[in-house]
């Protein structure tokens, strides 16, 4: 079973909220340990799905260091920024979330968690959604990444995904998780 793009829009479209950004590190518990305040989640993790950063470079001309700044969509899907509630400002983690795209294979989602780590390698700073452009976004101290699969992501990216060592969670379908829930028919308001 392949992949369908309404898979992956879904997942995108749920994950871009905080609520549930953070219930998809709930399925993996170190990176939920990483967040500063679970009393005050909604402050503490910053969503940005389809990140924009600006690198900053040195580039010599006529022996002088000049600055420049190119700005760049990164190919992960969703940046998670870590924020201290009490204080305001983005702590030194950043969770990447890739998300399996339709016809995508190992080296593609591979390559892009590559090619993440390659943009960020120099120093950067975040396009931050509205709601947050008074926090600091510098660079962090620490990257990581987080893939998302489906039922139906082939078995040799599972594979290729734990054989890199790199976390993974498969999203189950709707009717899966809707089979589990009780019936709430004999529930009355």
Same mark, same amino acid.
């Given at each position: ?15 871009? =909220? ?7 590190? %709930? ?60 204080? %305001? ?22 390559? =892009?968690? =590559?090619?993440?780590?390659? +943009?960020?390698?120099?120093? +950067? ?5 509205? %709601? ?11 990257? +990581? ?12 990216? %599972? =594979? ?30």
């Amino acid at each position: 079973m392949s992949i369908q793009k309404v898979q992956y829009e879904e997942a995108l479209a749920e994950f871009s =909220r905080s609520a549930e950004a953070i219930a998809l590190l %709930k399925q993996y518990r170190p990176y939920l340990e990483m967040i500063p305040s679970m009393r005050r989640s909604d402050e503490s993790v910053i969503t940005i799905p389809m990140p924009i950063v600006h690198l900053r470079q040195a580039q010599l001309l006529s022996g002088a260091a000049i600055a420049c700044s190119n700005t760049l969509c990164l190919p992960c899907d969703i940046a998670i920024l870590m924020c201290d509630p009490e204080w %305001k400002i983005k702590t030194g983690v950043e969770i990447f979330i890739f998300i399996h795209r339709p016809n995508e294979d190992f080296s593609d989602l591979l390559g =892009r968690w =590559r090619q993440t780590q390659v +943009y960020l390698s120099e120093g +950067y700073e975040w396009d931050m959604p509205l %709601k947050h452009r008074h926090i600091l976004s510098e660079g962090a101290e620490s990257t +990581y990444p987080l893939f998302v699969i489906f039922e139906g992501t082939p078995e040799r990216i %599972k =594979r290729g995904l734990k054989g890199a060592y790199l976390p993974f969670v498969v999203r189950r379908s709707q009717a899966d998780e809707e089979a589990e829930l009780p019936s709430t028919s004999s529930v009355q308001n």
